[in-house]
């Protein structure tokens, strides 16, 4: 036992929690100020978490084939950027980007039906909250069975897991406008599609929103999830499995930290989107 590395992270920890205590109180009238002290209390609490975690594996010695530290961590990923490159690329640049956009196109698509014909909202939601209860380790075999062992099956997986809170969170968005605005409407004598787009699909956006945050997570989940039921020899699902065999859990790290990664970007742009297109919703009033 190390008690310096031990001591060391305990105070950087205990003291950058008093700062950003400070911070978090803190009301400044300048925006950019405000703005920058939101960003950097994550910053700083991030930091804050990787040296607790540095300090505590080196002052317990804590074996790399358990929990390695970050600073391991992060040298494996500068020496495997190629490794960590071709797998990004064929777990999320081919099937989570193409079955992200099938499963939320086809969801949406699908709403807008029930929405249409009134009999599917009783026949097909029932099934489709049956379908989205489904195990992926069920589904991932047979869509491999189905597409191969390349990405179109990993993509089939993330059309499932994609497609169905698109539907249900859009089927409820189109219901969300108001009796008022549907009257008025009605009484300017407009037709199903004037209503849909003037009124109902703008009212539906911040739902239509979230399912596509909630999918921006669940598409790279499943992906990574189906590729350890078949793949050829790269993907991020197939790196994790092969390195844990190998016991090369820092590997393991630097692919989750990549997944990590790119599922928080893919998240941050969507709400970015989604605060130019619903900057009238009440949330985002100051």
């Known amino acids: ?22 911070l978090a109180r803190q009301q400044f009238s300048d925006k950019t100020v405000q703005t920058g002290i939101d960003v950097f209390i994550p910053i700083l609490f991030g930091a804050a978490l990787l040296v607790l975690w540095e ?13 390695p530290p970050p600073s391991m961590i992060w040298e494996r990923i500068t020496n495997s950027l190629d490794i960590l490159w071709a797998d990004f690329q064929q777990t999320y640049l081919k099937a ?3 079955g992200y956009v099938m499963g939320c ?17 009783k026949g097909l939601l029932p099934v489709g909250n049956l379908v989205a209860a489904l195990p992926i380790v069920g589904m991932a075999p047979i869509m ?6 390349d990405w179109p099956s990993k993509a089939a997986v993330v059309v499932i897991m994609t497609f169905f809170p698109m539907l249900v969170n859009t089927v409820a968005g189109l219901a969300a406008s108001g009796h008022i605005e549907r009257d008025l409407m009605h009484t300017y004598a407009s037709n199903y599609m004037q209503r849909l787009m003037k009124l109902r699909l703008p009212a539906a956006m911040p739902f239509i929103f979230n399912a596509l945050k909630i999918n921006s997570t669940l598409a790279l989940i499943g992906a990574i ?16 499995s092969t390195e844990v065999g190998r016991m090369n859990v ?6 989750i930290f990549v997944a990590a990664l790119a599922g928080s970007l893919s998240y941050g742009l969507i709400a970015l989107l989604e605060r130019a297109v619903t900057f009238w919703h009440p949330s985002y009033r100051s």
């Open 1 to 22: 036992m190390n008690l310096t590395w031990i001591f060391a992270a305990l105070t950087f920890w205990i003291a950058t929690w008093a700062i950003n205590q400070m």
């Open 55 to 67: 300090g505590l594996c080196r002052g317990f010695n804590v074996p790399p084939v358990l929990l």
């Open 96 to 98: 989570v980007l193409a």
């Open 105 to 121: 196109g086809s969801g949406f698509i699908a709403a807008i039906i029930v929405d249409r014909i009134p009999f599917l909202r």
């Open 144 to 149: 491999v069975m189905w597409f191969g062992f």
């Open 225 to 240: 999830v189906a590729e350890f039921f078949g793949t050829p020899i790269v993907g991020m699902g197939f790196r994790i």
């Open 250 to 255: 820092d590997m393991v790290w630097a692919e």
